[in-house]
């Protein structure tokens, strides 16, 4: 029910206006300045990606305005609301921290994308997906540089860092970016570039959460023909006897910049039994990408889906990962070197969380691993973002998925576990855990690494009340 029916109800029973049914005082102080495309849900119906530890909020603001986020933000602050940035709805963390008073801010109806002539870079606002993006991208013969699962916000990934299947080449996400329109924690409305403000453009390049609600951006986009704008990729299948040959294989590759690979210890699509996955990805034909992976393929997979396929493509391998709802506390770890040992112990604790818990049949661990070939050369700090982690080549993550609350026990001890074995061997001098894929128990330290000492000083600066303190709060 929109707010304002809500309101005029309210009115028609006798009660104040400035006591709306839902929504609070900051709505009665906003709500006849919206747009008539924005409104306010009631029920607390709010999907996401993972149920654990999910954000319940009073109320759900659905922005069908990009100017009314800057609105809702005044509005909050003066009446000392809590709220919650929401885009995909995607992200697994546990310091949401809302109270019944609390609302969430979903601008994930927040679609416009528009290319310059050129196709040289792209427009777009903050509740475009990757899918969204890369369709665009395709029907303007051009590629951008997006995150790997379809169903996650562009500027969600991006804000701490963006992972990206094509950033040996192009970089990270935050790479790509050129101009950031935000709403402060005042509620004031800016637009940041490296150029006018690099300090915080520098903090919003890797813990963007902590310092502006981004309601758009442009980012950089390369014209390319679709018929040249393919690669070859597929799965895999290992049988579990190779898992040390396959570990060592993809520990001893160097990803060239055009390489990317995932490893899975999943259910077999077709079987439902464990199996260890490999998905390569290699930015042009299959016959120089098979050269390329020659030592993973030499390992002998019991089956090969690899093809060329088109760039519109790319990510719907990982589309049942986007499936919203059930239970999935996650965890992750950076690595930059496997260890044949501590994945065996890693495929060990799978098997048994797998075989104890039969409803937790889609318990994943996945793990990504990218070139490092033109991030790593901004770690001897050119200052050019707040990300941290250049050099790191691999991200494992350990998702237990499961719908009853009966298992969260033993599916955090399995996510801790894992991270124990693979931090232990991940060849970095302290663990390191990629923001957008921790789970929120992690010190700051790991999370921000080097950058945490300046970004809690920034964060003084910026948002001294903490207005913006749901994703791994700096204060
Ligand atoms: C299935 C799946 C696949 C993934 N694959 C990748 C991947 O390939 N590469 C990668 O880098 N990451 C990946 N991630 C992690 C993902 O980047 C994070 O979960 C990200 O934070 C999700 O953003 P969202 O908008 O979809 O989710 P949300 O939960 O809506 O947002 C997550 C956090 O970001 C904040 N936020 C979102 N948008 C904005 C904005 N415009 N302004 C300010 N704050 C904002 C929210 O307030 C919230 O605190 C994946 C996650 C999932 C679940």
Same mark, same amino acid.
């Given at each position: 029910?929109?707010?304002?029916?809500?309101?005029?109800?309210?009115?028609?029973?006798?009660?104040?206006?400035?006591?709306?049914?839902c %929504?609070?005082?900051?709505?009665?102080? !906003?709500?006849?300045? $919206?747009?008539?495309?924005?409104?306010?849900?009631?029920?607390?119906?709010?999907?996401?990606?993972?149920?654990?530890a999910?954000?319940?909020?009073?109320?759900?603001?659905?922005?069908?305005d990009?100017?009314? !986020?800057?609105?809702?933000?005044?509005a909050?602050?003066?009446?000392?609301?809590?709220?919650?940035?929401?885009?995909?709805?995607?992200?697994?963390?546990?310091?949401?921290?809302?109270?019944?008073?609390?609302?969430?801010?979903?601008?994930?109806? $927040?679609?416009?994308?528009?290319?310059?002539?050129?196709?040289t870079?792209?427009?777009f606002?903050?509740? !475009?997906?990757n899918?969204?993006?890369?369709d665009?991208?395709?029907?303007?013969?051009?590629r951008?540089? #997006?995150?790997?699962?379809?169903? =996650?916000?562009v500027?969600?990934?991006?804000?701490?860092? %963006?992972?990206?299947?094509?950033?040996?080449?192009?970089?990270?996400? =935050?790479?790509?970016?050129?101009?950031?329109?935000? !709403?402060?924690?005042?509620?004031?409305?800016?637009?940041v570039?490296?150029?006018?403000?690099?300090?915080?453009?520098?903090?919003?390049?890797?813990?963007? @959460?902590n310092?502006?609600?981004?309601?758009?951006?442009?980012?950089?986009?390369?014209?390319?023909?679709? #018929?040249?704008?393919?690669?070859?990729?597929g799965?895999?299948?290992?049988?579990?006897?190779?898992?040390?040959? =396959?570990?060592?294989a993809?520990?001893?590759?160097?990803?060239?910049?055009?390489?990317?690979?995932?490893?899975?210890?999943?259910?077999?699509p077709?079987?439902?039994?464990? +199996?260890? $996955?490999?998905?390569?990805?290699?930015?042009?034909? &299959?016959? =120089?990408?098979?050269?390329?992976? &020659? +030592?993973?393929?030499?390992?002998?997979?019991? &089956?090969?889906n690899?093809?060329?396929?088109?760039?519109?493509?790319?990510?719907?391998? %990982?589309?049942?990962?986007?499936?919203?709802?059930?239970?999935?506390?996650?965890?992750?770890?950076?690595?930059?070197?496997?260890?044949?040992? #501590?994945?065996?112990?890693?495929?060990?604790?799978?098997?048994?969380?797998?075989?104890?818990?039969?409803?937790a049949?889609?318990?994943?661990?996945?793990?990504?691993?990218?070139?490092?070939?033109?991030?790593?050369? +901004?770690?001897?700090?050119?200052?050019?973002s +707040?990300?941290?982690?250049?050099?790191?080549?691999?991200? @494992?993550?350990t998702?237990?998925?499961?719908?009853?609350?009966?298992?969260?026990?033993? &599916?955090?001890?399995?996510?801790?576990?894992?991270r124990?074995?693979l931090?232990?061997? #991940? %060849?970095?001098?302290?663990?390191?855990?990629?923001?957008?894929?921790?789970?929120?128990?992690?010190?700051?330290?790991?999370?921000?690494?080097?950058s945490?000492?300046?970004?809690?000083?920034?964060?003084?600066?910026?948002?001294?009340?903490?207005?913006?303190?749901?994703?791994?709060?700096?204060?």
């Open positions: 029910m929109h707010v304002r029916q809500l309101l005029i109800g309210a009115g028609l029973f006798g009660l104040s206006l400035s006591q709306p049914a %929504g609070g005082n900051w709505a009665s102080l !906003v709500e006849k300045s $919206l747009s008539p495309k924005t409104s306010i849900q009631c029920d607390g119906d709010n999907q996401r990606w993972s149920d654990y999910a954000p319940k909020a009073g109320a759900v603001v659905i922005v069908g990009e100017n009314d !986020v800057a609105k809702i933000i005044v909050a602050s003066k009446t000392n609301t809590s709220f919650l940035i929401q885009s995909g709805g995607n992200g697994w963390a546990n310091t949401f921290k809302l109270d019944s008073r609390g609302i969430i801010i979903d601008i994930s109806s $927040l679609k416009a994308i528009t290319f310059n002539a050129k196709k870079q792209v427009t606002q903050a509740g !475009v997906t899918k969204d993006l890369i665009a991208a395709w029907n303007n013969n051009a951008v540089s #997006a995150s790997t699962c379809n169903c =996650v916000s500027l969600g990934a991006t804000l701490g860092g %963006g992972l990206s299947r094509t950033q040996g080449v192009y970089g990270l996400n =935050v790479d790509n970016l050129i101009s950031l329109n935000i !709403v402060d924690p005042n509620g004031i409305r800016k637009t570039t490296r150029q006018n403000n690099p300090e915080l453009w520098w903090a919003l390049t890797g813990a963007g @959460a310092f502006g609600v981004i309601t758009s951006a442009t980012y950089k986009s390369q014209p390319l023909p679709q #018929a040249q704008n393919t690669a070859w990729t799965l895999l299948l290992f049988n579990e006897s190779k898992l040390e040959e =396959v570990i060592t993809i520990d001893k590759l160097t990803l060239a910049p055009d390489m990317q690979l995932d490893i899975y210890f999943t259910a077999n077709a079987t439902g039994q464990p +199996s260890v $996955l490999v998905l390569p990805f290699y930015l042009g034909s &299959a016959e =120089v990408g098979r050269q390329k992976f &020659a +030592s993973i393929l030499n390992v002998g997979p019991i &089956a090969d690899t093809e060329v396929i088109p760039y519109n493509t790319w990510n719907t391998a %990982g589309d049942p990962f986007c499936t919203p709802g059930g239970r999935k506390p996650s965890y992750t770890t950076g690595v930059k070197k496997m260890d044949p040992v #501590a994945w065996r112990n890693t495929w060990n604790e799978y098997i048994a969380f797998f075989n104890e818990n039969p409803e049949n889609l318990t994943t661990i996945l793990t990504e691993c990218y070139s490092t070939a033109k991030t790593a050369k +901004s770690v001897k700090n050119d200052g050019s +707040s990300y941290p982690f250049r050099d790191i080549k691999c991200h @494992a993550i998702i237990p998925w499961y719908t009853s609350p009966s298992i969260d026990c033993s &599916a955090v001890k399995f996510g801790q576990n894992v124990k074995h931090s232990a061997s #991940a %060849g970095t001098k302290s663990p390191s855990s990629y923001i957008n894929f921790a789970h929120g128990d992690e010190p700051l330290s790991q999370i921000y690494g080097s945490l000492s300046t970004l809690k000083k920034l964060k003084q600066k910026y948002d001294p009340k903490k207005r913006l303190n749901q994703w791994f709060p700096l204060s």
